[in-house]
């Protein structure tokens, strides 16, 4: 038995299942020019594709996982982990288990590796076999008074090919972000 064993993911099907922890953890590891304020955000549990998850360890939240299955790809949106669990190997270990389960690449947004922080996050996602593309890109903004954020897109288990890039950030601009471009 491994001490991952016991991690579960547990899907929220509508805002009043969401434990209060789960907002905390969201709005504590994002910034706000990079997550959708929580109304918005319990809105997308009526969407099919969207599915808002918490990690739970011997029944104790202790994360959280918003990932879209856009057909093509799944999208992770956010993944964060309360700040007492982080560096315990957690986020590795759902990591693995949603590639090792997807049929699909799995694609994923992450700061650009401009700060030590930004730079372990883009190391934990290569050690976990994520390759950034080689292309421009931007998150949208959330709302009407944020800004784009400089990202990198990075993809598993192979790069994006230069071709198929516009195809995808299309793809995830309009649906996880309701954009044109």
Not at 65 to 94: C, M, Q, T, Y
Not at 132 to 142: K, T
Request: charge should be negative.
């Amino acid at each position: 038995m491994t001490e991952y064993e016991n991690i579960c993911l547990i899907r929220f099907t509508n805002a009043t299942q969401i434990h209060e922890e789960i907002r905390q953890i969201y709005e504590e590891a994002f910034p706000w020019n990079e997550r959708r304020d929580w109304e918005s955000l319990t809105k997308l549990l009526n969407i099919p594709e969207f599915r808002l998850n918490g990690i739970f360890q011997q029944n104790t939240l202790i994360g959280m996982l918003s990932v879209w299955n856009l057909d093509e790809f799944l999208f992770i949106e956010h993944f964060a982990f309360r700040p007492d669990e982080r560096g315990k190997g957690f986020g590795s270990a759902v990591i693995r288990e949603l590639t090792r389960n997807s049929k699909l690449p799995v694609l994923l947004e992450v700061d650009e590796a401009i700060s030590e922080t930004n730079r372990k996050r883009v190391a934990f996602y290569e050690r976990l076999n994520f390759k950034a593309s080689g292309c421009d890109y931007f998150q949208p903004p959330y709302s009407i008074d944020q800004q784009k954020v400089k990202m990198l897109l990075m993809s598993h288990p192979d790069k994006i090919k230069d071709e198929h890039f516009t195809k995808l950030k299309a793809h995830i601009y309009r649906t996880v972000y309701g954009v044109s471009e």
